[in-house]
């Protein structure tokens, strides 16, 4: 780890900090072509901010990065002259997130980074969506927040499924579907998230593969998946609806898209039971696999 | 009939375009929103490469499908200048309503009907899954780097 010798990036924070000069622990990761450093004054913390991205090429040189992570572990006095840790973490010179709990800071550092990638990425296609692979064939389920994808990607991969995504599905160049380790996290009711590892439900790191099925649907209570058949257009749209570059380099996503599509089914379907829409997606590809 | 003359005339505005399959996808960099168009509506919209009536359009359409109504690829020449996938040089001012819908009709049951699909394109934020991180964690937005 390099030790850097800087506090600007506290310019937003209270004059006593912004005062102070820390001792910084440093490292510098490169993840799908961009840059980043993630430094504390706190030493541990930098092994622990590392531990939630994957791929990483670490201590590459230069040391210019695309973004910069600090993260400022402080105590503030609470009662009876005890003290409270409190982590403040920065991206460049704006504060992201300041909490009591180190968890916290580590999920907004990793979430993050994942969008910043997503977004400015010029090596692959980052859409939102979760991936699972069975038998050779691979089904992206794309969807905003909140339609349900973890929890079937989940689903999928205690019924055997490879892995590839819950969250960010990466597409290269040729329109080849490629994993992006990261734990599923998965909601809990009024208790945040759980992290679990694929491989405790059992399910094997997905191969590059082209995409068999796109998976149009979302959550709804009382819903059973009906799944009609669709255009591939339609499916582009969904994709370009849940593609963070699209905006910036539409190009880009307007090249990779059509590409990626062009023999895949496209099934749009509201969906109430994740075990029943799982099975009846499975039973589809054997199909297709016979 | 509507005669040439008092026809608008359209023309594509700028954008990107894809072909896949029978469809067209274009991405509008103004206004950030994509749109699919059936195979019709395609057509209907590559007819307007140059500057062309009303009239114009309907016979390029009609050498593929003789059938289609004239009201009906009207309608979807609004529709593409709605979206903002075709620029309306003059105002088309002489479809009756009523013979408009009536035709509509006809061209449903014949399947003939121009298909346009429109989204927004989200920004980067808007795609992203919060993190994990409850109440007690205090957010910004993320700036991304832009090209």
Same mark, same amino acid.
């Given at each position: 780890?390099?030790?850097?010798?800087?506090?600007?990036?506290?310019?937003?924070?209270?004059?006593?900090?912004?005062?102070?000069?820390?001792?910084?622990?440093?490292?510098?990761?490169?993840?799908?072509?961009?840059?980043?450093?993630?430094?504390?004054?706190?030493?541990?913390?930098?092994?622990?901010?590392?531990?939630?991205?994957?791929?990483?090429?670490?201590?590459?040189?230069?040391?210019?990065?695309?973004?910069?992570?600090?993260?400022?572990?402080?105590?503030?006095?609470?009662?009876?002259?005890?003290?409270?840790?409190?982590?403040?973490?920065?991206?460049?010179?704006?504060?992201?997130?300041?909490?009591?709990?180190?968890?916290?800071?580590?999920?907004?550092?990793?979430?993050?980074?994942?969008?910043?990638?997503?977004?400015?990425?010029?090596?692959?296609?980052?859409?939102?969506?979760?991936?699972?692979?069975?038998?050779?064939?691979?089904?992206?389920?794309?969807?905003?927040?909140?339609?349900?994808?973890?929890?079937?990607?989940?689903?999928?991969?205690?019924?055997?499924?490879?892995?590839?995504?819950?969250?960010?599905?990466?597409?290269?160049?040729?329109?080849?579907?490629?994993?992006?380790?990261?734990?599923?996290?998965?909601?809990?009711?009024?208790?945040?998230?759980?992290?679990?590892?694929?491989?405790?439900?059992?399910?094997?790191?997905?191969?590059?593969?082209?995409?068999?099925?796109?998976?149009?649907?979302?959550?709804?209570?009382?819903?059973?998946?009906?799944?009609?058949?669709?255009?591939?257009?339609?499916?582009?749209?969904?994709?370009?609806?849940?593609?963070?570059?699209?905006?910036?380099?539409?190009?880009?996503?307007?090249?990779?898209?059509?590409?990626?599509?062009?023999?895949?089914?496209?099934?749009?379907?509201?969906?109430?039971?994740?075990?029943?829409?799982?099975?009846?997606?499975?039973?589809?590809?054997?199909?297709?696999?016979? | 009939?509507?005669?040439?003359?008092?026809?608008?005339?359209?023309?594509?505005?700028?954008?990107? %375009?894809?072909?896949?399959?029978?469809?067209?996808?274009?991405? *509008?960099?103004?206004?950030?929103?994509?749109?699919?168009? /059936?195979?019709?509506?395609?057509?209907?919209?590559? %007819?307007?490469?140059?500057?062309?009536?009303?009239?114009?359009?309907?016979?390029?359409?009609?050498?593929?499908?003789?059938?289609?109504?004239?009201?009906?690829?009207?309608?979807?020449?609004? /529709?593409?200048?709605?979206?903002?996938?075709?620029?309306?040089?003059?105002?088309?001012? /002489?479809?009756?309503?009523?013979?408009?819908?009536?035709? *509509?009709?006809?061209?449903?049951?014949?399947?003939?009907?121009?298909?346009?699909?429109?989204?927004?394109?989200?920004?980067? /934020?808007?795609?992203?899954?919060?993190?994990?991180?409850?109440?007690?964690?205090?957010?910004?937005?993320? *700036?991304?780097?832009?090209?």
């Amino acid at each position: 780890m390099d030790n850097l010798n800087e506090a600007s990036v506290l310019t937003r924070e209270s004059s006593s900090i912004r005062k102070q000069r820390f001792r910084w622990s440093a490292d510098i990761f490169e993840m799908f072509g961009l840059r980043f450093c993630a430094r504390s004054n706190y030493p541990a913390l930098v092994p622990a901010l590392l531990s939630r991205v994957s791929k990483i090429k670490e201590g590459i040189g230069p040391r210019r990065a695309d973004r910069v992570y600090s993260v400022l572990k402080t105590s503030h006095p609470i009662r009876d002259r005890q003290h409270a840790s409190q982590f403040l973490l920065y991206v460049n010179r704006d504060l992201l997130a300041r909490t009591e709990i180190l968890d916290e800071v580590l999920d907004c550092f990793e979430s993050d980074v994942d969008l910043y990638i997503a977004a400015n990425s010029r090596e692959r296609l980052f859409v939102h969506a979760g991936a699972v692979g069975w038998k050779g064939h691979t089904v992206l389920i794309p969807g905003r927040s909140g339609s349900g994808k973890t929890s079937l990607v989940a689903e999928f991969l205690r019924c055997g499924a490879d892995y590839y995504s819950d969250d960010w599905a990466v597409i290269d160049s040729h329109g080849l579907l490629h994993p992006y380790d990261r734990k599923l996290s998965i909601r809990i009711p009024n208790s945040g998230r759980n992290r679990i590892d694929p491989a405790q439900l059992g399910a094997k790191r997905g191969e590059p593969l082209p995409i068999s099925a796109v998976l149009i649907t979302e959550y709804k209570q009382g819903a059973q998946w009906k799944p009609q058949a669709t255009s591939p257009g339609r499916g582009i749209l969904a994709l370009l609806e849940n593609t963070p570059s699209a905006r910036d380099r539409p190009m880009h996503a307007m090249t990779i898209l059509p590409r990626t599509l062009a023999a895949t089914k496209i099934y749009e379907s509201a969906r109430g039971d994740k075990e029943e829409t799982v099975v009846h997606v499975l039973r589809h590809l054997e199909g297709c696999a016979t | 009939m509507i005669s040439d003359a008092q026809a608008g005339r359209y023309k594509q505005t700028p954008v990107i %375009s894809r072909i896949i399959g029978h469809e067209l996808i274009l991405y *509008r960099n103004q206004t950030h929103t994509a749109h699919c168009l /059936n195979e019709v509506a395609r057509e209907i919209w590559l %007819s307007c490469e140059q500057e062309s009536s009303l009239a114009q359009v309907v016979g390029q359409v009609r050498t593929r499908w003789p059938g289609i109504e004239e009201d009906s690829v009207a309608e979807a020449l609004r /529709n593409l200048v709605s979206a903002g996938l075709v620029e309306e040089i003059s105002v088309l001012t /002489n479809v009756s309503n009523s013979r408009r819908q009536a035709v *509509r009709k006809l061209i449903t049951a014949a399947a003939m009907l121009p298909v346009i699909t429109s989204i927004l394109v989200p920004t980067a /934020n808007a795609a992203q899954s919060p993190p994990h991180g409850t109440s007690r964690t205090r957010q910004r937005g993320v *700036r991304g780097r832009t090209s």
